[in-house]
């Protein structure tokens, strides 16, 4: 192999690696180090022939320019708040605390399962409902033995509340927002309930709100606050944790337009 092929295969590996960091922060859990490790690879193989590594160095660079329009500039503030549906709460059966995830390393609720669950708590203190739903999911998501979020959202309840808190009904295995929807219709039925309120992240309401209607479900969409990131994306920093929640609602979307199933 010639020096020059050397020097485009340690550039396609070093795009892999860029590409590589990229994929994990805005794929998250959705981005395993097998699948890092092959797009490293992958990129490093297509830096040796002069085709595939010229459309490499044209795709990075087209990437890269999109980037950092993103995070040098507020240009995802429009369709953030395009995804964000906020109604006036008002008297209802419930409160919806929509699931968010679980640290499993170290057990605890992420930062959106807490600001989704204080949301409704906060809710229940003003006296809009008497009960507040809290979601456990299916061993479809996470390590087996990751805690249940439901049972760390309700330690955390008591831990407030004691035995003087909301009233806790869990939604039992699901995994995404529809498998929640569901549950609620069928409590809704069975306990008579007409209106619940939605509680959820900002960036997810809109889309939680259509998928609980589409169940039959009456609900008044009222978000939490965005833990996050701050949404007048100020910093640069805000604005790539903008563009990874983007990236997941945008690619739920189409992930449902195709026919598969909605994620949480």
């Known amino acids: 192999m010639t020096g020059e092929r050397w020097r485009n295969v340690a550039g396609g590996v070093a795009v892999g690696a860029g590409l590589a960091g990229l994929a994990a922060f805005l794929g998250e859990v959705r ?75 170290s057990r605890e609720l992420e930062a959106s399962a807490v600001a989704r669950l204080t949301g409704a708590l906060a809710l229940w203190r003003a006296g809009y409902a008497p009960v507040v739903t809290v979601s456990e999911q299916s061993g479809l998501i996470g390590p087996r033995d990751c805690p249940k979020m439901s049972v760390l959202e309700t330690e955390l309840t008591r831990a407030l509340y004691g035995a003087g808190g909301p ?25 008579g309930w007409t209106r619940v309120l939605l509680v959820t992240s900002p960036s997810h309401s809109r889309r939680a709100a259509a998928l609980f209607r589409s169940q039959g479900v009456t609900v008044i969409s009222v978000p939490t606050q965005e833990w996050r990131f701050d949404q007048a994306l100020t910093l640069p920093s805000d604005r790539l944790v903008a563009l990874r929640v983007l990236m997941y609602e945008g690619l739920s979307r189409v992930k449902a337009a195709l026919g598969g199933t909605p994620e949480r």
């Open 167 to 191: 009233t806790l009904v869990t939604l039992k295995n699901v995994t995404t927002t529809r498998d929640e929807a569901a549950r609620v219709r069928d409590l809704a039925r069975a306990r």
């Open 31 to 105: 981005a395993p180090a097998a699948l890092l490790l092959g797009l490293i690879v992958g990129c490093g193989v297509a830096g040796a022939f002069r085709p595939s590594w010229v459309v490499l160095r044209v795709g990075a660079g087209l990437l890269a320019i999109l980037v950092a329009l993103c995070i040098l500039t507020p240009v995802l503030r429009g369709p953030l708040g395009s995804l964000t549906l906020r109604e006036p709460p008002v008297r209802a059966d419930a409160i919806v605390a929509l699931g968010a995830g679980v640290h499993c390393g």
